[in-house]
Every structure is written in structure tokens, then in C-alpha cells.
């Protein structure tokens, strides 16, 4: 079985300044996925940036990239030029690489984070 | 951009009573999944699903709880005797391949009285 843990539960950043989330994972997979979603006030579920275990490249979007560590397992999540629009929580997941089946998620306890003026 | 819809966004129902959450994954998608969120808790799965069976199901996913794809758009979630701790955010998602990133529907707040 696969864990991902997040231990900031809170965390606060001025707007335009760059604030990083952590995430580790432990498991015996080779291949895998792990994502960062979004979940604002509104409670949606919104995916942010996803990478591919066998890719060593960090993957990017936008204001939004990874350091990805595959022999640490570690996954962290940098936003660039905070906005306001950011502020919501934030869940690390996990998802076995498996075609043909459905892969299920299994995310962390998530971090909040506040974007301030 | 197509979406994943839930009906309804929340529902009340009293203790004991089924329940049916309804989704509508996205259309050309395959593999639908059901996740459960007790007020400011992680997100939890519950249940995957695919070619018209469970893929793979989790301990919260006992005899009280069932899915079915009733026709080729609903995919839908019962709960047949709902317990006080049934109450939470209940999500739908899909995607096209099992190892797709998961779209998400906005959600069914389940309250149980």
C-alpha cells in the first residue's frame, strides 16, 4: 500500500512572493503518477500539475512546478507570484501506473494555504 | 471543456434512510471512481469502476454502499441504510485511461440527520 504525507498543515505567503509545499510518499511501485490538486473554498477538486515517475524532467505549469526527488520520494509544489486566487488547499496524490484497470488516488491530509496582500 | 456533473450539490436525509448520489462523468471516459470527504479530512476513495464492474474497492466500501452504471451516462452511488457518519463530501470522477489525471465533479454534501 502506497502513503503520501504532507506535514504543513497551514502555511501563509505574501501575494507576488513564492511559497513551497511539501510532500513525501512511500511505495513499492516502479511506475507511478503523483498530482497536486486544488481545493478552494468552494471544495471543487481541481488538478494542478501532474508528474510521471519516469520522467527525471520537473514537470511545470505556468506559475506552478515540481521538484520531484524519485530516490527520496519527495514531491513538492512551488508557486510562483502568489495570487489571491491561490489560496485554497492543497492535496499531494498518488496513482499506480496500471493500464487496462482503473488507478485509484490516494492523497495526503492536504496543506492550506493563505495568499495575503 | 467537457465536465463531470454531480446531482445533487447537497442532500438531507434521515438516519436509515437509502441514498442515491448521481454522477455523469465525462463522456468518451472509461473508469469512474467514487471518493468520500468527512469535513476537513483527506479525500478517501472508495470505489473504481470499469467495463461494468468494480475495479477495486476500499474497507469503507462495506455491504451498506453499491454503484451502477444504470445506462451509458449515469454512474451512480447507493448508500442503503445511511449511518450519522455517512455525512460528507461525496465525489465523482473519471478519466479516459487508468493512469489519466482524475477529473472531478463539484461534489454532493451528504448531511445525515
Known amino acids: 500500500a502506497q502513503t503520501v504525507t504532507q506535514s504543513q498543515p497551514e502555511m501563509s505567503v505574501q501575494e507576488a512572493e513564492t511559497v513551497t509545499l511539501s510532500c513525501t510518499y512511500d511505495t513499492s511501485e516502479n511506475n507511478y503518477y503523483l498530482f497536486w490538486y486544488k481545493q478552494p473554498p468552494s471544495r471543487q477538486m481541481i488538478l494542478v500539475i501532474r508528474q510521471e515517475a519516469y520522467k527525471q524532467q520537473n514537470a511545470t505549469e505556468n506559475r506552478f512546478s515540481v521538484n520531484f526527488q524519485k530516490a527520496a520520494k519527495s514531491f513538492s509544489l512551488k508557486i510562483s507570484d502568489s495570487q489571491l486566487g491561490d489560496t485554497a488547499m492543497y492535496f499531494c496524490?498518488?496513482?499506480?501506473?496500471?493500464?487496462?484497470?482503473?488507478?485509484?488516488?490516494?492523497f495526503g491530509t492536504g496543506t492550506r494555504l493563505q495568499v495575503t496582500l | 471543456e467537457p465536465e463531470v456533473t454531480q446531482t445533487p450539490s447537497h442532500q438531507v436525509t434521515q438516519m436509515g434512510q437509502e441514498v442515491i448520489l448521481r454522477c455523469v462523468p465525462i463522456?468518451?471516459?472509461?473508469?469512474f471512481y467514487w471518493y468520500r470527504q468527512i469535513l476537513g479530512q483527506k479525500v478517501e476513495f472508495l470505489v473504481s469502476f470499469y467495463n461494468n464492474e468494480i475495479s477495486e474497492k476500499s474497507e469503507i466500501f462495506d455491504d451498506q454502499f453499491s454503484v451502477e452504471r444504470p445506462d451509458g451516462s449515469n454512474f451512480t452511488l447507493k448508500i442503503r441504510s445511511t449511518k450519522l457518519e455517512d455525512s460528507a463530501m461525496y465525489f465523482c470522477a473519471s478519466n479516459n485511461r487508468g493512469n489519466q489525471p482524475q477529473h472531478f465533479g463539484d461534489g454532493t454534501r451528504l448531511s445525515i440527520l
Open positions: 463522456s468518451n471516459h472509461l473508469y
Open positions: 496524490a498518488f496513482s499506480a501506473s496500471y493500464t487496462g484497470t482503473a488507478s485509484k488516488l490516494t
